[in-house]
């Protein structure tokens, strides 16, 4: 690089520091701030009560700020984002992710900081109206397919008889309820364990045991329901 294009770099750094002013930077950290806490909020309404996790989303506050400030830094000088990536180098987390849902809300609060580390609060806006919806939709899709859904049957039987049975086991059930499905089919022991989901039973629990009885000779039925205490 010759001088003259180390002047130009040099006045073309001193310009953008200039435009961050100590008042835009607040600004922007503010904004990060506001954006990691309503981050926060979506992940304790969405995941909270599911009881998994690691509670990542006490980090969001200073992981949105420590974010914004560096892209900033970085923005404003290129030598120290070059340094930057070998600093950030010997950083590594000790504590595992043990939720999918975990990395899309951290990954939420790196795009929503260097939003605001750029100023382009539209696309914060923008973002975060679309994540929502689609964690909306996605509650509301799984929603549906539990509504769709009374409980699981557990039904086992000899392995002698499971070749045979099977497809009368399930067509009995598929018989007594609106829906059914075959989830799992498992043999141990001698035994074969039979899992299926059903929806819209059309007769009581009672009546459903007593006909797989008579229907297959099973040695075992189990009705685990979603909904204690009855049937959607």
């Known amino acids: ?26 600004v922007a950290v503010l904004a990060s701030l506001v954006a990691s806490w309503a981050a926060s909020a979506m992940y304790r309404y969405f995941y909270e009560s599911r009881g998994t996790g690691s509670q990542v989303n006490r980090a969001f506050p200073l992981l949105g ?52 580390a750029t100023f382009n609060f539209q696309f914060l806006v923008i973002l975060f109206a679309i994540a929502l919806a689609a ?20 039904v086992t039987l000899p392995d002698a ?13 598929k018989q007594q309820a609106k829906t059914c499905s075959l989830e ?14 059903f929806g819209g039973l059309k007769t009581g629990v009672g009546e459903l045991q007593d006909g797989l009885r008579k229907a297959a000779p099973v040695t075992a039925i189990n009705v685990f329901l979603d909904r204690p205490g009855g049937i959607r």
Do not use: H, W, Y
Not at 1 to 26: R, T
Not at 90 to 111: C, S
Not at 135 to 154: E, F, S
């Open 184 to 197: 799992s089919s498992t043999s141990r022991d001698g035994v074969t364990s039979l899992q299926m989901t």
């Open 135 to 154: 964690l909306l939709l996605t509650r509301g899709a799984r929603a549906i397919r539990q509504a769709q859904r009374d409980g699981v049957l557990l």
């Open 1 to 26: 690089m010759n001088n003259l294009s180390m002047l130009k770099a040099i006045q073309e750094f001193q310009e953008v520091a200039n435009k961050l002013d100590p008042g835009a930077f607040a």
């Open 65 to 116: 700020i420590s974010i914004t400030t560096l892209f900033i830094g970085v923005q404003v000088s290129l030598p120290l984002s070059l340094g930057l990536l070998g600093a950030l180098s010997i950083i590594r987390f000790r504590t595992p992710i043990k939720e999918p849902e975990e990395v899309g809300f951290i990954m939420l609060v790196i795009a929503s900081a260097v939003s605001c």
């Open 161 to 173: 008889a499971a070749a045979e049975q099977v497809d009368r086991v399930v067509g009995f059930v």
